[in-house]
């Protein structure tokens, strides 16, 4: 038997030419069979595909088209992003650029230990980090998987900082792994504040600072998942500085608006935050995954710090060699910091400002759309790229149902949120190169749907493969 090529070394190049054609070829034709933003059929079809792709996945001999056959299987069934009719979740197309970028991360392997494993990556890290720790008024920043990690960070320095009794206030529009980081570290319950508007009302953190006793963590965002909003950060800073409370702005979603100066103002008072959780797997176009989470005092991250001797030796350290365990709360991890990198050089400042304008921008197109349209009625004007609107004079019920047809029939994917005590459709924005024709398809769509939900449908008078003209049909 031929021993496989490795993907570095003298071989690599010739290796992976043919490889890398298969992959793209094979990307192309299961997005061609899939023909939209989404398998049809829903969960039960998409399994029996990828099983019947698939079969046995572990023979007892290989067979050397498992690259082409599983990846087109996965690009048959997945959710494309990159599709105007995807608009569901923080869920990015990934740029060109970032996606080759990874591919180059994934080819040399560094393992962002020890600095023997990533001699280059460990001080692209360090330089790529600070500077974005900068950009966000914020002095160092550590790379995460995500909020979710980032969160965890945060929580973990503050109790380490103010102690075990350190508590969480949030208002019920925070994301979920904050309670749950809470949880996870042993820290009190969480005090949950209400979200009129489905912003942090002021006047319940002022009085729920004064009430509980401390230490205090709060908890603000900048881009709920929900409905984009933005928490009125320079008053939550104020009445943290007051009241001596520690303050982490997550910004994952939001924070790429930093990019923007149309947009920055909308981030006033990220700076006065302790910490600050960004990812540029949202608003940043990175592939998953590219989280960050700065701090304002780079003492802090001390609290991370862990010794190995095969790792991080003290005269390693004393000679000179950068320790990175304190890097992180995981051990070995890949260099996501390349891709961030080379977007960031690649199109500057300007150019993601550009990205950033072009989705808001298509947002506010959107939401005119929805206001304009008798059918249907807008929650508000979008503060970032989500616009939140459900068919008029229906149910929740509808609503929901609405939803899970479009997914069913592959033709779009939309998300859902409860607000005002009612449940919406969720448009996510965020592919710069979206039409204003795929947006009035969009909503074309929508309204199909609603018609389909409310109306008795004759046996076999469905046709769930028929798209809005301009589409591809099935």
């Known amino acids: 038997m031929t021993t496989p090529a490795l993907a570095s070394g003298p071989e690599g190049r010739d290796a992976l030419r043919p490889l890398l054609a298969t992959v793209l070829d094979a990307l ?213 500085r007051a009241h001596r409370a520690r303050l982490h702005i997550d910004a994952a979603y939001g924070g790429g608006l930093l990019f923007s100066d149309r947009h920055r103002e909308k981030l006033a008072g990220l700076e006065r935050a302790h910490t600050i959780a ?28 862990q010794h190995t001797d095969y790792l991080n030796a003290d005269d390693d350290i004393a000679a000179g060699l950068p320790d990175l365990l304190g890097r992180s709360l995981r051990t070995t991890r890949r260099p996501d910091i390349l891709k961030i990198a080379v977007t960031l050089k690649t ?13 808001c921008g298509h947002a506010r197109e959107f939401a005119a759309l929805v206001q304009d349209h008798p059918g249907f009625e807008l929650h508000d004007r979008p503060t970032i790229s989500t616009v939140l609107f459900r068919p008029a004079r ?25 607000l005002d005590g009612r449940l919406w459709l969720k448009a996510t924005l965020l592919n710069p190169h979206t039409r204003p024709a795929d947006l009035a398809t969009l909503l074309a769509l929508v309204e199909k749907a609603t018609e389909q939900a409310t109306e008795p449908v004759e046996p076999g008078g469905e046709d769930t493969h028929t798209l809005v003209e301009g589409h591809t049909p099935r």
Do not use: F, M, Y
Request: proline share 9%.
């Open 28 to 240: 192309d034709e299961g997005a061609h069979a899939r023909g939209g933003p989404l398998p049809a059929g829903g969960p039960d079809a998409v399994t029996a595909r990828v099983h019947d792709a698939a079969g046995d996945v572990l023979p007892q001999d290989g067979e050397p088209d498992a690259l082409h056959t599983l990846v087109r299987a996965l690009a048959e069934g997945a959710a494309d992003p990159a599709h105007p009719l995807c608009a569901a979740h923080l869920h990015c197309p990934p740029l060109a650029v970032a996606t080759a970028a990874d591919l180059a991360a994934s080819v040399l392997n560094p393992s962002l230990d020890s600095w023997d494993q990533a001699p280059a990556a460990s001080a692209l890290e360090a330089l790529v980090t600070r500077t974005l720790a900068r950009e966000a008024g914020a002095s160092d920043a550590v790379v995460t998987t995500g909020a979710t990690e980032a969160h965890q960070i945060a929580l973990l320095l503050a109790r380490e900082l103010h102690g075990p009794h350190t508590r969480l206030v949030c208002g019920t529009n925070a994301h979920h792994s904050l309670p749950r980081a809470a949880w996870l570290l042993g820290l009190p319950d969480p005090v949950t504040l209400p979200a009129p508007a489905g912003t942090l009302d002021p006047a319940a953190l002022d009085k729920a600072l004064t009430t509980h006793p401390g230490p205090h963590l709060v908890a603000a965002t900048a881009g709920t998942t929900d409905a984009g909003l933005i928490d009125p950060l320079p008053e939550i800073a104020a009445l943290c």
């Open 278 to 305: 960004l990812d540029l797997h949202k608003l940043g176009w990175q592939p998953v995954a590219a989280g960050l989470l700065a701090v304002r005092h780079p003492r802090d991250l001390a609290a991370l710090h």
């Open 347 to 359: 199109l500057g400042r300007s150019g993601l400002g550009a990205l950033i304008d072009q989705v």
């Open 394 to 418: 229906t149910s929740d019920d509808t609503v929901a149902a609405v939803r899970r047809t479009l997914l069913h029939q592959g033709h779009a994917v939309l998300g859902r949120a409860r």
